[in-house]
Antibody, heavy 119, light 106 residues
């Protein structure tokens, strides 16, 4: 059974940093591109970042470029999102999601971790 | 690049509703559809134009034409009341993008 479990969320002040993790199991983690998607309170889904299976390609939404970095450890089946210079507008639930190559769909999602940026 | 969805739609119980998503990138890349109920993670319902993942009822179907993809629910049920989001790559092929979501009322 595919499982994605996010952790690392919490309350942080504007300008602060937070590192999110996503533990993957039930599939060959090293075979899939992985993504982070977030959702601000009462708002829609916003794609944040993706990383290819071998970490060769990384992409970021314009809203987080230069502040967030994405990484993965295929030996440990884990995905990370380092978030720096956090802003109030970064508040939301952060999901990790598995992507499949042929059609680009996000076929499995974690349950999400809450990030709150507030003074 | 953006994907545009109508913010809301409604359908009577047992009737058919179609939700659309429009964007230039859909001419080049496949789109997918996600259902999200309050307090829950999104669930993939359609991908690759019209492929349903295992466990998704066959009342859900998809189609594509030009720069628009569509999600159709034939014989809507109360449990289909949810937010629906489309997703694809942007025109550069690197970034991914979600539509703004359609709140479906049954």
């Amino acid at each position: 059974e595919v499982q994605l479990v996010e952790s690392g969320g919490g309350l942080v002040k504007p300008g602060g940093s937070l590192r999110l993790s996503c533990a993957a199991s039930g599939f060959t983690f090293s075979s899939n591109t992985m993504n982070w998607v977030r959702q601000a309170p009462g708002k829609g889904l916003e794609w944040v970042s993706s990383i290819s299976s071998g970490s060769s390609y990384m992409f970021f939404a314009d809203s987080v470029k230069g502040r967030f970095t994405i990484s993965r450890d295929n030996a440990q089946n884990s995905l990370s999102l380092q978030m720096n210079s956090l802003r109030v507008e970064d508040t939301g639930v952060y999901y990790c999601a598995r992507e499949r190559d042929r059609y680009g769909e996000f076929d499995f999602w974690g349950q999400g971790t809450q990030v709150t940026v507030s003074s | 690049s953006e994907l545009t969805q109508d913010p809301a739609a409604s359908v009577a119980l047992g009737q058919t509703v179609t939700i659309t998503c429009q964007g230039d990138s859909l001419r080049s890349y496949y789109g997918s559809w996600y259902q999200q109920k309050p307090g829950q993670a999104p669930v993939l319902v359609i991908y690759g134009q019209n492929i349903r993942p295992s466990g998704i009822p066959d009342r859900f179907s998809g189609s594509s034409s030009g720069d628009t993809i569509s999600l159709t629910i034939t014989g809507a049920q109360t449990e289909d009341e949810a937010d629906y989001y489309c997703n694809s790559r942007d025109t550069s092929g690197g970034q991914r993008v979600f539509g703004g979501g359609t709140k479906l009322t049954v």
